[in-house]
């Protein structure tokens, strides 16, 4: 139902800054939440930020003040603005979409993540 696909990954040295880009196609569907999510080697995956479709934004603390989500709703898309990058941001970074279908049901899809690796 919703293709996603994101973009933007690669490496960066610390202090550095990325943007990740996700875009979401298909039909028969609306899209409510936006957000992405992080997996670094050996953890679990965590939230790193969401994004309304109203626009409210939600962090978690450890990339306040350096990550800005935000989202272009004409494109179906969100970003990922890191800022000051470190070396425990490193992980693959999966887009997520929660949505709701024609039937009126929710549901979400996750795109196949991109890695980011920080290192000098």
Do not use: H
Request: hydrophobic share 30%; charged share 15%; aromatic share 10%.
């Amino acid at each position: 139902q919703v293709q996603l696909v994101e973009s933007g990954g690669g490496l960066v040295q610390p202090g550095g800054s990325l943007r990740l880009s996700c875009a979401a196609s298909g039909s028969g569907f609306s899209i409510d939440v936006m957000g992405w999510y992080r997996r670094a080697p050996g953890k679990e995956r965590e939230l790193v930020a969401t994004i309304s479709s109203g626009g409210r934004t939600n962090y978690a603390d450890f990339v306040k003040g350096r990550f800005a989500i935000s989202r272009d709703n004409t494109k179906n898309s969100t970003y990922l603005q890191m800022n000051s990058l470190k070396p425990d941001d490193t992980a693959v970074y999966y887009c997520y979409v929660g949505a709701i279908n024609l039937q009126g049901r929710y549901f979400g899809s996750w795109g196949p993540g991109t890695q980011v690796t920080v290192s000098s």
